[in-house]
T-cell receptor
Framework: NAGVTQTPKFQVLKTGQSMTLQCAQDMNHNSMYWYRQDPGMGLRLIYY???????DKGEVPNGYNVSRLNKREFSLRLESAAPSQTSVYFC?????????????FGPGTRLTVL | AQSVTQPDIHITVSEGASLELRCNYS??????LFWYVQSPGQGLQLLLKYFSGDTLVQGIKGFEAEFKRSQSSFNLRKPSVHWSDAAEYFCAATGGGNKLTFGTGTQLKVEL
């Protein structure tokens, strides 16, 4: 039982390049989330998926797109990377969209945009 | 606007000393409250959570937190800190649905 896994762990991009961050969970969770973590700002929600087939914007969605490929996988895409997107990205999942449910976090992807 | 505030960016304590990390929230109604810990290079791990009922909540690794409605606070405590507790601690809250709002975090350093 691996929990929440993310790939890659590290990535360096040039401005304007695109990439997709992958996330998978093996806990049969319905809800999945993408956050970014920046120094002094805590974690901020980018997008989330309350259930398979649905996605919604979070606090900072601009410059990102997401795909809920199936119940297990939730990917985050940067179409044209910008230096402001340099951050650590965390994927999380929870059993349902109810607020009682604990969110389980992956180990993160450290992205640098030059 | 809903918000979570952690007033202390850095805290240093000696091993064996007691610890209290502060968290204040601003929500229209009592939110659900969480404390997470992040070790260097790792994801976040849930320490404890408060939904309702007893205002003193016990968590993992010997941590506890007390909900005080009158002060809009949910402070994290530990009676005796271990060197392995050095990490970053995040308070988080949700008022509805599943959108967590995080505080900016408190970096804990433990002196041996």
């Amino acid at each position: 039982n691996a929990g929440v896994t993310q790939t890659p762990k590290f990535q360096v991009l040039k401005t304007g390049q695109s990439m997709t961050l992958q996330c998978a969970q093996d806990m049969n969770h319905n809800s999945m989330y993408w956050y970014r973590q920046d120094p002094g700002m805590g974690l901020r929600l980018i997008y989330y998926s309350a259930s398979e087939g649905t996605t919604d914007k979070g606090e900072v969605p601009n410059g990102y797109n997401v795909s809920r490929l199936n119940k297990r996988e939730f990917s985050l895409r940067l179409e044209s990377a910008a230096p402001s997107q340099t951050s650590v990205y965390f994927c999380a999942s929870s059993g349902s969209s109810g607020r009682r449910d604990e969110q389980f976090f992956g180990p993160g992807t450290r992205l640098t945009v030059l | 606007a809903q918000s979570v505030t952690q007033p202390d960016i850095h805290i240093t304590v000696s091993e064996g000393a007691s610890l209290e990390l502060r968290c204040n929230y601003s929500y229209g109604a009592t939110p659900y409250l969480f404390w997470y810990v992040q070790s260097p290079g790792q994801g976040l791990q849930l320490l404890l959570k408060y939904f309702s009922g007893d205002t003193l909540v016990q968590g993992i690794k010997g941590f506890e937190a007390e909900f005080k409605r009158s002060q809009s606070s949910f402070n994290l405590r530990k009676p005796s800190v271990h060197w392995s507790d050095a990490a970053e601690y995040f308070c988080a809250a949700t008022g509805g649905g599943n959108k967590l709002t995080f505080g900016t975090g408190t970096q804990l350093k433990v002196e041996l």
